[in-house]
């Protein structure tokens, strides 16, 4: 059991120090082919309070541009990223970020998209709200597509701004809510919905390594658009892992994109109905089926 204080979890794997959990964060950062908008998400994580994390890339098959802008930006933010590609066979967002989680080091993993930029804060309050037993699920701001155009094209960095500056852009309608970047104390109020795997997505999401494992991971039967963060929700909650409400806190800001194609969405609902009226846990294809020797392309750059 972990106690607060400095303490080790039985196997020696996360250290809490006064009550918060001093290990490596794993961040997994999804991407395919819009390397403008990951170029964004590195740069807010680059400048974040706390620098104990390492950047995983799952990427979904993007072509020769991301892995530049990649190896561009490990040079020049001081970022540690770990770049790990799969071909391009269509929307496998799943398999993608298991991939991820093989060559990831961190006792707990903080999911984020490559269009979901961070504020200064979120790997810091990620770390604050981090607790065995529980994963953390954020939320986000939508940014509006000119507004996103306008931060990509020239370079505006987002995360930087305040409350102020959200606020003209709200009143512009830049922006379509405030409330995630707000910085509210809920105490036990975080606890208050544990089981409701509704409302969670992957986009800004933090789950223990360990946990993750318990549960072989996401599913990769989820192929295309839709409900593989529903159901690795639906599996840690049937594991007996708990859901902890990051409202507040570690909202993210979201860039505008294309809706993705939903032609896979009532399959993959069928899918999602049929873990949530069973009490499976694991992965159908999960972490298990995907061997290390397949992630030999998966490349680790360290600042210069």
Not at 46 to 55: K, Y
Not at 112 to 135: K, S
Request: glycine content about 10%; some cysteine; proline content about 4%.
């Amino acid at each position: 059991m972990i106690r607060s204080g400095d303490s080790l979890e039985p196997g020696g794997e996360t250290w809490f120090k006064n009550g918060v959990m001093a290990d490596l964060i794993s961040v997994i950062v999804t991407t395919y082919n819009r390397p403008d908008a990951l170029e964004a998400v590195l740069r807010g994580l680059a400048r974040q309070t706390d620098s104990s994390f390492e950047v995983v890339i799952a990427d979904d098959g993007s072509e020769q541009e991301t892995a530049r802008t990649i190896e561009q930006l490990a040079k020049t933010t001081g970022l540690t990223i770990t770049h790990a590609w799969q071909p391009d066979q269509g929307f496998r967002a799943a398999e993608c970020r298991n991939r991820a989680i093989l060559r990831s080091r961190g006792a707990y993993c903080t999911f984020l998209d490559g269009d979901c930029i961070p504020r200064r804060d979120f790997i810091a309050l990620h770390r604050a709200l981090a607790e065995p037993g529980w994963f953390v699920t954020g939320n986000r701001i939508l940014l509006s597509p000119s507004l996103s155009e306008r931060i990509l094209h020239d370079g505006i960095d987002a995360d930087r701004w305040g409350m102020a500056a959200l606020l003209r852009e709200r009143l512009a309608g830049g922006v379509n809510r405030l409330a995630p970047a707000l910085r509210l104390p809920l105490g036990l109020l975080r606890r208050r919905n544990d089981r409701d795997w509704e409302g969670a997505r992957s986009c800004n999401l933090a789950v223990w390594r360990h946990d993750l494992d318990r549960v072989d991971g996401f599913d990769a039967a989820f192929n295309g658009w839709g409900l593989e963060d529903s159901d690795i929700i639906v599996r840690l909650i049937h594991a007996g892992v708990r859901r902890k409400d990051g409202r507040f806190a570690t909202g993210v800001l979201h860039l505008w994109h294309p809706e993705n194609d939903r032609g896979a969405l009532p399959d993959n609902r069928q899918r999602l109905d049929a873990v949530i009226g069973s009490d499976r846990i694991r992965a159908l294809q999960g972490l298990s089926a995907l061997a290390l020797g397949e992630d030999r392309a998966a490349v680790r750059l360290a600042p210069s």
